[in-house]
């Protein structure tokens, strides 16, 4: 089944460390997408691509960088993570038809 | 910029009744499409149901529905004969029909709760 996964659901890590989000996509689309949701709070997008090696920044100010490589698969780095750093992140891809973004379940980060 | 409203923070309905989540948007664009997301408590984030804007006829997909208001910019979804597994946090979105324009924009959520 056509779907969109992330990895780890939950993180826990401590400052200074680097770590790496994890997002796969089978639905074959295009676009992808990284959106930040703190708790309680709207979702922000902070990076997304249009495909192989296009990546652009988003409206909210983001730390971390991303990277597409392969059409499936947009992952999101944090060279250096910081307790402020601590929030939920929501991977999401969409293709051309009916502008529907489809969301992973998220990755809960906590930077200690 | 275009934002998102929502002005109710927490709802509850009883099972099998009905209930209204509202919405309100803020664009200065004619063209544009709106979203209800519907978020479980540690589940992926689904999409409910769809509008666009140029489009008149309200949408509807089994049990939910809105009513879209473009002159008052106000989009709410309605739940007919609700479930236990409708309760979740419910987001409105918007996302300009312009082209180049990706992110969608959030409003901060309503939590639904169904009552057995």
């Known amino acids: 089944e056509a779907d969109i996964y992330q990895t780890p659901r939950y993180l826990v890590i401590g400052t200074g460390k680097k770590i790496t989000l994890e997002c796969s996509q089978t639905m074959g689309h295009d676009k992808m997408y990284w959106y930040q949701q703190d708790p309680g709070m709207e979702l922000h997008l902070i990076h997304y691509?249009?495909?192989?090696?296009?990546?652009e920044k988003g409206d909210l100010s983001s730390e971390s960088t991303v990277s597409r490589i392969r059409t499936e698969h947009f992952p999101l780095t944090l060279e250096s993570a910081r307790p402020s750093h601590t929030s939920q992140y929501l991977c999401?891809?969409?293709?051309?038809?009916?502008?529907?973004?489809?969301f992973g379940a998220g990755t809960r980060l906590s930077v200690l | 910029a275009q934002t998102v409203t929502q002005s109710q923070p927490e709802m509850s309905v009883q099972e099998a009744e009905t209930v209204t989540l509202s919405c309100t948007y803020d664009?200065?664009?004619?063209?544009?499409?709106l979203f209800w997301y519907k978020q479980p408590p540690s589940r992926q984030m689904i999409l409910v149901i769809r509008?666009?804007?140029?489009?008149?006829q309200n949408a509807t997909e089994n049990r939910f529905s809105v009513n879209f208001q473009k002159a008052a910019k106000s989009f709410s979804l309605k739940i007919s004969d609700s479930q236990l597994g409708d309760a979740a946090m419910y987001f409105c979105a918007y996302r300009s029909a312009r082209g180049g324009s990706e992110k969608l924009v959030f409003g901060k959520g309503t939590k639904l709760t169904v009552n057995p």
């Open positions: 509008q666009e804007a140029y489009k008149q």
């Open positions: 999401a891809s969409g293709g051309l038809a009916k502008n529907i973004q489809y």
């Open positions: 691509s249009y495909g192989v090696n296009s990546t």
């Open positions: 664009t200065s664009e004619s063209d544009y499409y």
